[in-house]
């Protein structure tokens, strides 16, 4: 019974002291990766609010938080992650994007099922692409390494035909 306990005792005393050796070892302490995640921000030029989204004032909210973005210091991009737009229509990217051209910070975008509402992902990425120099992709996911040590992953889990809102996976992206 002595044995037992002073075995469990020297079990946690060692998972500890490994744990903290391990922290030693790597540590984020050091590495900073400074950036700004903003979703769902649904610009549309034509669409009244609903009960749930603030389509008309949408335009206004943006440019509010770029306006924000913009007094910070120090940020290394901003990462638009999805519903860009409420509905895939030239109007409403040229407005999303004339917005963008007044933020100081490179951006870049997941997309979400409501980028594609209305177009297919192909002309969605000509239009994006169009816009933004950063985006710099063949496909509507990639993979980004914005300094030494960070690995960001965008995935678009929309579907192939833009048939699902639930998420979907291709094998490609898996």
């Given at each position: 019974?002595?044995?037992?306990?002073?075995?469990?005792?020297?079990?946690?005393?060692?998972?500890?002291?490994?744990?903290?050796?391990?922290?030693?070892a790597f540590?984020?302490?050091?590495?900073?990766?400074?950036?700004?995640?903003?979703?769902?921000t649904?610009?549309?030029?034509?669409?009244?609010?609903?009960?749930?989204?603030?389509?008309?004032?949408?335009?206004?909210?943006?440019?509010?938080?770029?306006n924000?973005?913009?007094?910070?210091?120090?940020?290394?991009?901003?990462?638009?992650?999805?519903?860009?737009?409420?509905?895939?229509?030239?109007?409403?990217?040229?407005?999303?994007?004339?917005?963008?051209?007044?933020?100081?910070?490179?951006?870049?975008?997941?997309?979400?099922?409501?980028?594609?509402?209305?177009?297919?992902?192909?002309?969605?990425l000509?239009?994006?692409?169009?816009?933004?120099?950063?985006?710099?992709?063949?496909?509507?996911?990639?993979?980004?390494?914005?300094?030494?040590?960070?690995?960001?992953?965008?995935?678009?889990?929309?579907?192939?035909?833009?048939?699902?809102?639930?998420?979907?996976?291709?094998?490609?992206?898996?």
């Amino acid at each position: 019974m002595k044995n037992n306990k002073l075995f469990k005792i020297l079990f946690v005393l060692s998972v500890v002291i490994l744990t903290a050796l391990g922290a030693y070892a790597f540590s984020f302490r050091n590495m900073t990766l400074d950036f700004i995640s903003i979703s769902d921000t649904h610009i549309s030029v034509d669409r009244a609010d609903t009960s749930y989204k603030a389509l008309s004032s949408s335009s206004k909210l943006l440019k509010d938080a770029v306006n924000q973005i913009n007094d910070i210091d120090g940020i290394d991009f901003v990462l638009f992650t999805g519903d860009l737009v409420d509905s895939a229509k030239y109007q409403n990217f040229d407005e999303y994007y004339s917005i963008l051209e007044k933020l100081k910070y490179p951006s870049l975008n997941a997309f979400g099922n409501h980028d594609f509402y209305g177009m297919s992902k192909s002309e969605v990425l000509e239009i994006v692409k169009g816009y933004n120099r950063n985006y710099i992709f063949n496909n509507t996911y990639y993979a980004i390494s914005p300094k030494t040590d960070y690995r960001i992953i965008i995935l678009d889990s929309t579907g192939e035909n833009n048939d699902s809102s639930r998420g979907v996976l291709s094998k490609e992206q898996l």
